[in-house]
């Protein structure tokens, strides 16, 4: 077997390549798998500078050492997207903030074509990424499930402050009625 330093430049190179790919991708818990054909340079840079807020990265990949690094990484059902002129986006943040861009984008710009990817765990396809970009954002469901929670609470809180100013009258009541009594 031989190392990496008794590799030919090229196949150096390309071990690297692979090795960068995997690396990248590993720590990601969600892909998206994109064909770009047709996007400008210039559009591509706007693409990138608006999945930034999500904490996801666009590559365009070579698509063979992509897929050998997709496999290195127990990933060969996303493998099987990579073809054509690809682009991987790979996020470290929301998923539904980097589908959401990426689905708008898409609206936009027809050359960029959604092909599928992968979220904690499971293959996605290009429909559930568009499902996915309708949900509200991670911050939106938090402060939905925070209302939900504190609901009940408030109208807990409501009753017993009710009770409370209830007692208070019949106190206040008895009071009146032993100084009348007097």
């Known amino acids: 077997m031989s190392t990496e330093k ?6 150096f190179l390309k071990t690297r390549m692979v090795k ?10 969600s892909i998206f798998v994109t064909e770009f ?3 400008k340079n210039k559009e591509l840079e706007e693409l990138r500078k608006k999945l930034q807020p999500s904490a996801t990265d666009y590559m365009i990949v070579k698509n063979a050492l992509c897929k050998l690094a997709l496999k290195d990484i127990k990933l060969e059902k996303i493998a099987d997207m990579v073809d054509g002129a ?16 990426l689905v708008e984008f898409a609206k ?33 469901l938090i402060a939905r499930l925070v209302s939900s929670i504190n609901a009940p609470i408030s109208g ?12 208070l009258y019949a106190i206040n009541e008895i009071i009146k ?6």
């Open 177 to 182: 009625k032993k100084d009348e009594a007097k």
């Open 156 to 167: 807990l809180v409501g009753v017993f402050s009710g009770l409370l100013k209830k007692l």
């Open 6 to 11: 008794d590799l030919k430049p090229g196949r």
């Open 86 to 101: 690809c682009a991987l986006g790979y996020s470290e943040g929301d998923p539904v903030l980097a589908s959401k861009t």
């Open 108 to 140: 936009a710009n027809k050359s960029l074509i959604l092909k599928g990817g992968y979220m904690d765990g499971a293959v996605i396809t290009a429909d559930t990424i568009k499902e996915l970009a309708s949900l509200p954002s991670r911050e939106v």
């Open 37 to 39: 054909s047709g996007l």
């Open 20 to 29: 960068e790919y995997a690396d990248r991708f590993k720590g990601s818990p």
